[in-house]
């Protein structure tokens, strides 16, 4: 009998099953798709030689991830590889605000009315950066603070709305950056904790930048495979569950799954009924004869584009797609261009890019009109470099991952309590009803993103139970 069996192979089931395989533990993954990845996919989606990320492309989670860093996984192929700019927000007038490794910078590209009050958010958590990370990651229960006056200076500052934190700077282009910021979670400028994301986000680019492994995010799920398989356990892949009785015998069951899932192959009924799913986006991967010919010469360099003309904007266009249930005229963009720094990605003299903007769930409308009109507003010409294009809205999102329920890519809704508790208001958000049966996906805290926490922290659970039975 096996000790534990994960059923998907994303990020957060792979660290799962390596922190339970380095404890000694027999383990064994099972993944639907033919291969690893989950959310950190990367596969040829339009021409031959261009390889494209259908979900997670830049990573400031991961390069910052507790979990990731006591991993060896460089020794297993992992590279990041970092933009002269982390992230730059260009502006309809040819200017830009800029997230850069430097506070001072970031600062200045907000003007000289909010670069004071800018450096005053960020800089006294800096110095505390790697404690607070972990802390605010490895919440709730799975351990003590280690900083717990630091994390509760940060909970002050954060969990107000982003509007009450972004009151603070008087002009429109730091308000600008920090709603793109809070966008990236799909999460309405105006809801709790919201100010947390934006901080988070902040705060990462300053410590350690917002990378792209080489050769793709395929390289983070393969290096977590292959140091999985040094340790003694097992990847079946081509391997649908439906019930637990496909799965071999085991004293654990952990699920990367959605908790719709989960409920659904255990037999749970309607014990995640009130858990909520997010709004969808609708992708597009581009090849391009060349680079994205971007007005503002910060973004030329960033690795990471935000697309939105002001606050507003972004706020109307976060409202419309989570809220009022139609896609947004003027979409908020999130933009990556990993042939800045990664010449692997595409033939030499083209270039890859990424791009999504929100929409309602499971939405079966084209947003590629939109999106690209919104290009063009900061990159005339645009359309001139295209060779070929991928689009996936929400449903053909939810085919390929089958986490990703109307297209939410966060599988569940980053709002209201649901930020902090989820899938459940739970002092174990790791368990369920049957003893042996955990879930350790995005649906359980800390949330989206590629940086294996929630699979940390649920594996702690694990081997918690395993080591009483």
Same mark, same amino acid.
């Given at each position: ?8 192979a ?6 799962a099953? *390596? ?37 997670a492309a ?16 460089e020794?297993?192929?992992?590279e990041?590889l970092?933009a ?13 605000? *800029? ?17 004071g009050?800018?450096?005053?958010l ?29 994390l ?24 600008t ?24 986000f ?6 350690r930048g917002w ?7 395929q390289?983070i ?22 019930r ?9 069951y ?18 995640y ?9 609708? +992708? ?16 030329r ?31 908020f ?6 042939? *800045?720094?990664?010449?692997?990605r ?13 929409v ?23 359309r ?39 899938? +459940? ?8 009803p ?22 940390h922290?649920?594996? +702690? ?9």
């Amino acid at each position: 009998m096996l000790d534990a069996v994960v059923v998907g192979a994303g990020p957060n089931g792979l660290t799962a099953a *390596v922190e339970l395989a380095r404890r000694g533990f027999s383990v064994a993954v099972f993944e639907a798709r033919d291969t690893v990845g989950g959310g950190a996919r990367t596969e040829e989606l339009t021409l031959p030689g261009f390889r494209h990320d259908p979900c997670a492309a830049a990573h400031p989670l991961g390069i910052n991830s507790p979990a990731f860093r006591a991993l060896p996984l460089e020794r297993y192929g992992l590279e990041w590889l970092h933009a002269e700019l982390p992230m730059a927000h260009p502006f309809t007038d040819g200017s830009a605000a *800029v997230l850069s490794r430097s506070v001072a910078e970031t600062a200045a590209s907000f003007g000289p009315r909010d670069a004071g009050a800018y450096r005053r958010l960020v800089e006294p958590f800096l110095p505390k950066w790697d404690t607070l990370v972990r802390d605010f990651m490895s919440l709730p229960l799975t351990s003590l603070p280690r900083d717990p006056v630091t994390l509760a200076r940060f909970g002050l500052t954060g969990l107000p709305p982003s509007t009450w934190l972004t009151s603070r700077f008087r002009d429109e282009r730091a308000k600008t950056l920090f709603a793109g910021l809070v966008g990236h979670v799909m999460a309405p400028l105006n809801g709790f904790a919201t100010g947390a994301i934006g901080l988070v986000f902040a705060l990462a680019a300053h410590a350690r930048g917002w990378p792209v492994a080489r050769g793709g995010s395929q390289s983070i799920s393969d290096a977590l495979a292959a140091y999985l398989k040094d340790l003694g356990g097992e990847i079946h892949t081509d391997y649908e569950v439906k019930r637990l009785d496909d799965l071999p015998p085991a004293r654990a069951y952990v699920f990367d799954t959605s908790p719709t899932a989960l409920a659904k192959i255990a037999g749970f009924g309607n014990h995640y009924e009130s858990f909520r799913y997010g709004a969808g986006v609708f +992708k597009i991967d581009y090849a391009l004869d060349g680079p994205v010919p971007w007005t503002a010469k910060e973004a030329r360099t960033a690795g990471t584009v935000q697309i939105g003309a002001d606050s507003t904007e972004i706020g109307n266009a976060l409202r419309a797609a989570s809220r009022e249930n139609r896609a947004p005229d003027r979409p908020f963009m999130i933009t990556v261009q990993p042939s *800045v720094i990664d010449p692997t990605r595409a033939p030499a003299g083209k270039q890859v890019f990424w791009a999504y903007g929100h929409v309602p769930s499971g939405w079966t409308g084209d947003l590629t009109d939109a999106l690209e009109r919104q290009l063009e507003r900061f990159a005339p010409g645009f359309r001139d470099r295209v060779l070929a294009r991928a689009t996936a809205g929400p449903p053909e999102l939810a085919a390929r991952n089958a986490n990703y329920v109307g297209g939410d890519i966060g599988t569940g809704a980053v709002s209201g309590l649901q930020i902090l508790l989820r899938p +459940k208001l739970s002092l174990s958000p790791y368990g369920t009803p049957h003893p042996a049966v955990f879930i350790c996906s995005s649906a359980t805290p800390p949330g989206p993103g590629v940086h294996g926490m929630s699979g940390h922290n649920a594996a +702690k659970a694990v081997w918690r139970r395993l080591r009483q039975s």
